[in-house]
Nanobody, 115 residues
Framework: QVQLVESGGGLVQAGESLRLSCSAS????????MGWYRQAPGKERELVASITSRGFTYLAGSVKGRFAISNENAKNTVYLQMSTLKPEDTAVYYC?????????WGQGTQVTVSS
């Protein structure tokens, strides 16, 4: 089992920045990929960014150039640095971890961007 705890959400104005953190505990040795998803009201959950255990990263087209994903292995933590936030970035952001056979989710953290 893997437990994920997110932090760092909040209310910001358009153009500002936020950093989300996701701390993993438990059977972290089994994790191959960690990522951030988001779900806006009335919309499906979508992948925002991911990072593999080897450090390969992916960013969705809508956030390229504005968001960055990184990890700090010593702290078993993944970060999502969000810059130049837009109102359309408003959503609940979920941390995700995947092993070969399981997917784990955090409880979610709200990000609200006002115009």
């Amino acid at each position: 089992q893997v437990q994920l705890v997110e932090s760092g959400g909040g209310l910001v104005q358009a153009g500002e920045s936020l950093r989300l953190s996701c701390s993993a505990s438990g059977s972290i040795f089994s994790i191959n990929v960690m990522g951030w998803y988001r779900q806006a009201p009335g919309k499906e959950r979508e992948l925002v960014a991911s990072i593999t255990s080897r450090g390969f990263t992916y960013l969705a087209g809508s956030v390229k150039g504005r968001f960055a994903i990184s990890n700090e292995n010593a702290k078993n933590t993944v970060y999502l640095q969000m810059s130049t936030l837009k109102p359309e970035d408003t959503a609940v952001y979920y941390c995700n971890a995947q092993s070969r056979t399981m997917a784990y989710w955090g409880q979610g953290t709200q990000v609200t961007v006002s115009s």
